[in-house]
């Protein structure tokens, strides 16, 4: 068989499948498509949140286009083009310019934490292109939005109202050490807290930067024995808030109550500590931030979760990450909508107007004001829920009292 | 100058291969010009590493300094004093410069042996990171966000992509003639002389601090231009890449396995595998994230075992034994340092 396909036989069928594959071209053209580009950090250091983000997003945008698509635009189906930036900022910008000018992508979305986002900005905003970040604590570029925490209504008010408030379950904070991760967010929040903690009457008694480097924080944590505070707020990356918490349980410390953010409610620290330490430190004076909670009072998130749990083909549980993506799929899908068409200012312009309010039932954060972009394209309503861990390695709501499942042990 | 850098500059390959890539802006689009524009400044960067560690042995890991110095000093100049960035540009070379010609002092001061002076180097590059982290005028961890680009060249706004691209041509190309000329003047003999056998070179009458500290301070330098340079067109300048002792390790990488002390081989070992991980990232990153580490890890271990002398040493050599061409050029082929 094999010496009937001459040279000149392959020849003489080049035009037919030429025209074969321009109508099978044709064919796929007429299938509307909205290109999304998705950019995330698939290998590296930031790699564990595309690992628990990026199958909830995919499943959303699926599920998005089993639906009809985007009806707007006649059911046009939304096609993620991926990107893998390596957890690298300079390679994020060159991504970025990679999905816009080859991909000629309508959007872009993306984990995209605030290094990125800062590397991402001259791009978009040099091509115009919106672009919706999953976690960056600011939106610098005019074409960026971001679901993230801002560092001062999201991150520091969150943490300096939980400790103002832990007064009133009878346990007044008076002093308070600020201990966050020394880098670009970590500086940011101490700036804040160093003026929302005294205007809920909780006096600063020290500044106790965790340096990113650092192979143990038994030093920091030394130093905080010493002075014995109320409390220890901080935002920190998730290697930062396990050697504390390591260095806290070679020293039995349990004087202070620990506030943070994230890497204090995700499961990656119970792993990371194992069940012994975690369950000494982790279930005593200790709260976290975080977006996502088994057992928040959100029928929506808890409905999502446990779809995604059966049908979703997560690689890990679901966590803040998986939260954060899903969220992020049906702000693209609204704002899709709204546009009504693949010109980059239109959907520029209806990010600016996407809604989603409280109780709707693509509304998966917990935010009681409802999604809505402001003026800064930050979320106008910010806020976190604070969680505890259970021995059993559950979370518990403690604070707002609206999603709330339990007081607040200390 | 010796005839060799003649012979290399008076090579009609050479300018055609330089007309060649000077045309990219008018046929690349705008991602793979990006790309070549990367790929330029690590050629940058490389080239001027060489000079120091190739031509004259000394194995410094600490130039992410002089990087962090030019991009983030400048830019902080510009931003929070609104000195031109320009005179920013010369202000950070300058200081680049005096604490090059320190670490030389240092070297020629306790006769460090190569490890040791790696290691102090790489102690120079945590300590400039950690500064640049902490230190609020230079951005802090944070970093800083330059002014967008209008097109002034007065204000070093170089107008976009084609800009860019020509802006680090020409700086690279500056690093490339400057290698070229210090490797066929007296200064390039007592550098290979010095890294070949120190106390030699010593005896016969070669200035050792003097040497040392000129090519510190002119890889200092260049390194530190190619800082401003690419920090103006990334537009964003971050501590933990442009202070970082990563990168120091990269651009090792990238002229050892080009061959170091050549001039060729570092141009050559940037530009492919700075292009080669960019493409393969861009086209298989999302099926198969990682993929472009595997890769370069592969080639390094290979490059390594089979060429050892680097790919354009290794080249030369066998095109000159099937050619059986005239002797080596100095300019084209220098050997690896001998000293331990």
């Known amino acids: 068989m094999a010496k009937n396909f001459t ?3 392959v020849l003489a069928s ?5 025209l074969a594959s321009k109508g099978a071209r044709r064919a796929y053209a007429q299938e509307k498509t909205v290109k999304v580009g998705v950019i995330q950090p698939m290998s590296g250091n930031l790699s564990p949140y595309s690992q628990e983000g990026q199958p909830a997003l995919e499943y959303l945008v699926k599920k998005i286009n089993a639906e009809g698509g985007i009806k707007s635009m006649g059911g046009a189906k939304i096609q993620l083009v991926i990107a893998d930036d390596a957890s690298q900022p300079a390679r994020t910008a060159s991504e970025a310019r990679r999905l816009i000018t080859q991909d000629d992508v309508s959007m872009i979305v993306g984990t995209l934490l605030s290094a990125q986002m800062l590397a991402i900005s001259p791009v978009v905003d040099e091509y115009k292109v919106p672009t919706l970040a999953m976690w960056a604590g600011g939106a610098r570029a005019s074409y960026l939005y971001s679901l993230g925490f801002p560092y001062d209504r999201g991150y520091a008010k969150t943490m300096a109202d939980f400790a103002g408030a832990l007064g009133n379950y009878d346990h007044k904070i008076n002093t308070a050490v600020i201990a966050c991760s020394n880098y670009e967010a970590g500086q940011q929040v101490t700036k804040y807290l160093r003026t929302m903690l005294p205007e809920r009457g909780i006096k600063v008694v020290a500044e106790v930067p965790l340096d990113t480097q650092a192979q143990d924080h038994t030093a920091s944590m030394l130093r905080i024995r010493s002075l014995k505070p109320d409390a220890v707020i901080g935002l920190m990356q998730p290697r930062e808030g396990i050697l504390l918490m390591q260095a806290r349980y070679g020293m039995n410390y349990h004087d202070s109550i620990f506030i943070g953010n994230s890497p204090y409610s995700d499961q990656v620290i119970w792993r990371e500590l194992g069940p012994d330490i975690g ?6 004076n200790l709260f976290g931030m975080a977006s996502y909670s088994e057992g928040a ?7 999502l979760a446990a779809e995604l749990r059966s ?13 954060q993506a899903a969220q992020t799929a049906r702000i693209m899908q609204q704002a899709l909508e709204l546009a009504g068409s693949t010109e980059r200012e239109a959907i520029n312009q209806a990010l600016k107007k996407v809604n989603i309010p409280f109780g709707d039932p693509n509304l998966y954060l917990a935010r009681a004001e409802g999604l809505a972009f402001g003026d800064d394209r930050m979320p106008k309503d910010s806020t976190s829920m604070m969680v505890q861990w259970n021995a059993d390695r559950k979370l518990e709501v403690v604070w707002p009292d609206l999603y709330a499942q339990t007081k607040p042990r200390v | 100058m010796r005839s060799g850098a003649f012979r290399f500059l008076g090579n009609p390959v050479f300018w055609l291969v330089l007309a060649a890539a000077a045309t990219m802006p008018l046929w690349l689009s705008p991602y793979y010009l990006g790309v070549a524009t990367i ?17 004259a042995g000394q194995l410094s890991l600490g130039h992410s300094v002089f990087m962090g110095i030019g991009g983030l000093l400048s830019s902080a100049l510009l931003l929070k004093l609104g000195i031109n960035m320009w005179l920013g540009m010369a202000i950070a070379a300058a200081i680049s410069a005096v604490l090059g010609a320190f670490i030389a002092w240092l070297d020629f001061r306790f006769r460090l042996s190569h490890l040791s002076f790696a290691l102090i180097t790489l102690a120079f590059a945590e300590m400039g990171q950690l500064a640049a982290v902490g230190s609020e005028f230079l951005g802090g961890a944070s970093g800083l966000f330059l002014p967008a680009d209008h097109g002034s060249l007065l204000d070093f706004e170089f107008g976009g992509q084609r800009g860019y691209f020509y802006l680090l041509f020409t700086a690279s190309m500056v690093c490339l003639v400057a290698n070229l000329v210090i490797l066929n003047t007296p200064l390039g003999y007592y550098l290979r002389a010095m890294r070949d056998n120190e106390n030699a070179a010593q005896a016969i009458g070669v200035a050792l601090l003097r040497n040392k500290i000129i090519a510190m301070m002119i890889s200092a ?10 920090a103006r067109y990334s537009g964003f300048v971050d501590p933990y890449q442009f202070a970082s002792p ?16 050549t001039v060729l081989g570092p141009l050559v070992g940037a530009g492919f595998l700075v292009v080669f991980g960019e493409i393969v990232r861009g086209q298989f990153g999302g099926t198969l994230p990682g993929l472009h580490f595997f890769i370069d890890g592969v080639l390094i271990i290979v490059v390594i075992l089979l060429m050892p002398r680097g790919v354009v040493p290794t080249f030369v050599e066998w095109w000159d034994r099937r050619h059986a061409a005239a002797p080596k050029d100095p300019g084209m082929i220098a050997e690896v340092p001998t000293k331990t």
């Open chain 2, 221 to 230: 330098v260049l390194t530190s231009i190619m800082g401003t340079a690419y």
């Open chain 2, 246 to 261: 990563n990168v120091s390790v990269e651009v090792v990488l990238f002229a050892t396995i080009g061959g170091l002390g």
């Open chain 1, 279 to 284: 369950k000494a430190v982790l279930t005593r």
């Open chain 1, 14 to 18: 080049a035009p037919g499948l030429y």
């Open chain 1, 7 to 9: 040279r000149r036989a």
């Open chain 1, 311 to 323: 049908k979703g083909n997560l690689k890990s549980e679901v966590g803040q990450a998986t939260i």
């Open chain 1, 297 to 303: 009072k959100i029928a929506s998130m808890q409905e």
């Open chain 2, 39 to 55: 790929a330029l400044f690590y050629v940058g960067l490389a080239l001027s590493w060489n000079i120091v560690a190739g031509i």
